[in-house]
């Protein structure tokens, strides 16, 4: 009876306990904004070759979706519970089953941002001499950057959820802070912990938002497709006009 008075009794929340707890509350968002961090670059490093390699060679791509594919859709509760007795508690389980859930986002939408590249473009770098590396890496990768880091957003936003999750084997930043407002019926703790896992999504992604303008300038106004067009026809050999014949 008495905890009852007094869960009735307490403000939902108490702006005293989050001045008490600020080093705590800080602490735990560089933890989730770590495991975040972590996770996006883990997964791009291991999406992206196996996306330009389902690029290059399409008979790959069926496969190494469907088994990512399968990863995606186990449940993550599930898959950190079967990693416990290899890994045990602690960051390589997060970080594995993190990675997991990144892999079909990358890989997709790299895949697609490579197959949205116009034809003509690249033809323009051939007809300027470039190789298919350089056609890559100088033409295919910049013009495939917006929906590249369209699915780096995703991923990243999806990873600000989850990482709360991982909270159940020992860690999970802002996430720790839900689940112990919930273990001792807290309201505060679990609202510090939920609205701040939100900001920080919203947050992750205008900062990726930002790198993209940053980095595509021109993808407004199609500026270097046509730069790379102009470039192309100026350095062809102009056809060689002769007269007819006289009046």
Do not use: C
């Amino acid at each position: 009876m008495t905890e009852l008075l007094r869960l009735a009794t307490e403000p939902l929340v108490r702006w005293d306990w989050i001045g008490d707890h600020l080093d705590e509350i800080w602490a735990r968002t560089l933890e989730h904004l770590q495991l975040t961090g972590l996770t996006l670059v883990i997964g791009f490093a291991i999406s992206f070759p196996l996306a330009l390699l389902a690029h290059r060679h399409r008979r790959l791509y069926p496969p190494i979706t469907w088994v990512t594919g399968v990863l995606y859709t186990i449940p993550s509760l599930a898959l950190f519970v079967t990693l416990l007795p290899f890994t045990g508690l602690g960051t390589t389980t997060a970080l594995i089953g993190l990675v997991a859930y990144t892999l079909l986002i990358f890989i997709r939408n790299t895949v697609a941002g490579l197959d949205g590249v116009p034809e003509d473009a690249k033809e323009a770098a051939r007809g300027m001499g470039y190789t298919q590396r350089q056609i890559l890496w100088r033409v295919e990768l910049p013009l495939a950057l917006p929906v590249i880091i369209a699915g780096v957003r995703i991923a990243a936003v999806t990873t600000v959820g989850l990482v709360t999750i991982t909270a159940l084997i020992g860690l999970g930043g802002l996430g720790h802070l839900i689940l112990e407002g919930l273990q001792l019926f807290f309201s505060t703790a679990t609202i510090v912990g939920a609205v701040l896992s939100v900001a920080l999504a919203l947050a992750v992604d205008a900062a990726l938002l930002g790198v993209q303008k940053l980095l595509t300038p021109w993808a407004r106004s199609g500026g270097r497709l046509r730069r790379i067009q102009a470039q192309a026809r100026s350095q062809m050999p102009q056809p060689v006009v002769t007269g007819g014949g006289g009046a």
